[in-house]
């Protein structure tokens, strides 16, 4: 009887911002550990799911939309992506199939024409498209770079997502198993709090607001019932009118914020929260290293 092989590997997620690596690796796990929005450049950090079946295991790694930095923070971003292509086992490109091909996919490709890196095009967003489109979609990108494996998908739907599975299993070499089988995601509870505070601040503010927030876990402990979890968090923005809009009339924006992160806080934690939020301006944060790295942005580890 032939000894079953466990294959293990680490694999990232790239692209321009917005074409759904968050929700693609959300949709692979079968749980949400990287947020999700209609805004680009959500995802700041290296966010690492850890998917594990029978016959291996592999580590996502979903980074920052690549882009041109205007400020410290996106030179963080682009330092962090930088640093996976070598790293990882199999690259998967990310490409909206509704959006055609634009310059950021260029630049893209162009950074991965030295990387020796195995690199899957991953054509996301195919169920808003007709498939006669597909095709010729594709053959744009295929005659600019030497794919190791082309499928087309739907993160949000999940359509050809196993299949994708597939051919990332069919590329990874036999090895260890670096995380136990129950664990989805290498960061700590802290920082999915603030994440899933931070999601719900993109999807509630408008367009202003989003890239100048970061939230602060100020504190996490169980109350005296010991039931109750208390979370202390403060959503920092630049500009004292953004603090006004985060706030909202009465409250009511920040505590619309509060209701929504809380649910979501309850399901990760299983037990009860309270949550209490506050806002606080820091003018320019995203340019200053000392609330880069109070932030949890620390380029030096890259």
Known sequence: MT???FKSGFVSLIGRPNVGKSTLLNQMLGQKVAIMSDKAQTTRNKIQ??????????????????HKPKHRLGDFMMKVVGTTFNEVDTILFLVDAKEGMGRGDEFI?????SVKTPVFLVVNKIDEVHPDELLPFIDKYRSKFDFAEIIPISALQGNNVETLKEQIFANLEEGPQYYPSDQITDHPERFLI????????LHLTRDEVPHSIAVDIEQIKLREDGETV???????????SQKGIIIG??????????????EDIQALLGSKVFLELFVKVEKDWRNKAK???EFGYRADEY
Not at 232 to 240: C, N, Q
């Open 49 to 66: 799911g850890v998917y594990t079946e029978e016959r291996g295991q592999v580590v996502f790694i979903d980074t920052p939309g690549i």
């Open 109 to 113: 490709m162009e950074r991965l024409a």
């Open 230 to 240: 208390y979370v202390s968090a403060v959503v920092v923005v630049e500009r004292s």
């Open 194 to 201: 603030s994440e899933m505070i931070r999601e719900k601040v």
């Open 3 to 5: 000894e079953k092989v």
């Open 291 to 293: 609330y880069l790295k």
């Open 249 to 262: 009339k009465s409250g009511s924006m920040l505590k619309e914020i509060g209701k929504r992160s809380r």
